[in-house]
């Protein structure tokens, strides 16, 4: 329950900045999902370390949080591709 709000945050974050670099870049590039996964990773802990007052925590989730990162980068684009690609 405690990492509860820290959660909604990072996941709120990450709709706004995918929504806004999609809307501002209008491509599917790995560089563009990488700006979305760094942006609400850095804004996320800075808002996390506001919260529990404890900077090592903050940046815990940035080193451990590595292989997810990797996967929403990579797994994420060639989906969003697939999703471009597909025809009704």
């Known amino acids: ?3 509860l709000p820290v959660i909604l945050i990072k ?4 709709a706004a900045a995918a ?15 990488v700006l979305v996964v760094l942006c609400y990773q850095l804004i996320g ?3 996390e370390w506001i919260i529990t007052q404890h900077l090592a925590s903050a940046l815990t989730d940035l080193s451990t949080g ?3 990162m990797l996967i929403q980068v990579f797994l994420g684009w060639y989906l969003l591709k697939k ?4 025809e009704c």
Request: charged share 10%; proline share 3%; aromatic share 10%.
């Open 83 to 86: 999703l471009a690609d597909y």
């Open 11 to 14: 996941s709120c974050l990450l």
């Open 1 to 3: 329950m405690t990492v």
């Open 45 to 47: 802990s800075a808002i």
């Open 19 to 33: 929504a806004a670099i999609a809307d501002y870049s209008k491509k599917i590039t790995i560089f563009h999902i």
């Open 66 to 68: 590595i292989p997810g």
